[in-house]
Each structure stands twice: as structure tokens, then as C-alpha cells.
């Protein structure tokens, strides 16, 4: 994977939700959210500067937030630092 996010934007990965609860129930596919955090990948130059976000943070970002891209096979996000609620640490 090569891509560079320009101005406010980072790269994410989502992270997976476990497929069953505490109890051992299991959670079909449809009835499953999308996650609202995930693992930064890349981060823009500016973002950088700034110093707030790292790649390999963890971060919880809105949940109709940003757009998705496909690279190599895999899903990502590309948010605008607004986008970002916190980071995990």
C-alpha cells in the first residue's frame, strides 16, 4: 500500500467487532455495526506537524464519518482530522 492522505485527512483501518457477546451469543453478519474506531495507517504531512495523531494510534471517530477506500484488498477510511473524537491510549 503507497497512498499519502493530503490536508487534514488520515488513513484508517477499522478494527474488528468480536462476533458474539459476553454471554456467547452470537451476532449475525447483518445485524453487526460498523466499528467506530480503528488503527491510523498513514497520516498527512500537516496532520503530522500538528503532532495529535500517530500512525499506529488507535483512535474513535464519528460514526458517518469519512470515505471508503479499497487498497491491496482491504477496507479503509480517509478522515478528516475533525472526524477524529479521541484517541486511545
Known amino acids: 500500500m503507497n497512498f499519502q492522505p493530503l490536508g487534514q485527512r488520515i488513513l484508517v483501518e477499522r478494527l474488528e467487532e ?3 457477546t459476553a454471554s456467547g ?3 449475525p453478519e447483518n ?3 460498523k466499528p467506530l474506531s480503528g488503527t491510523v495507517k498513514a497520516i498527512s504531512k500537516e496532520v503530522a506537524d ?3 495523531v500517530a500512525v499506529d494510534d488507535r483512535v474513535v471517530f464519528a460514526k458517518y464519518s469519512g470515505n471508503e477506500l ?3 484488498g482491504k477496507e479503509y ?3 478528516n482530522l475533525d472526524d477524529v473524537l479521541g484517541v486511545m491510549k
Open 50 to 52: 500538528e503532532g495529535l
Open 31 to 33: 445485524a453487526k455495526e
Open 25 to 27: 451469543i452470537i451476532i
Open 70 to 72: 479499497t487498497l491491496d
Open 18 to 20: 468480536p462476533t458474539t
Open 77 to 79: 477510511l480517509v478522515l
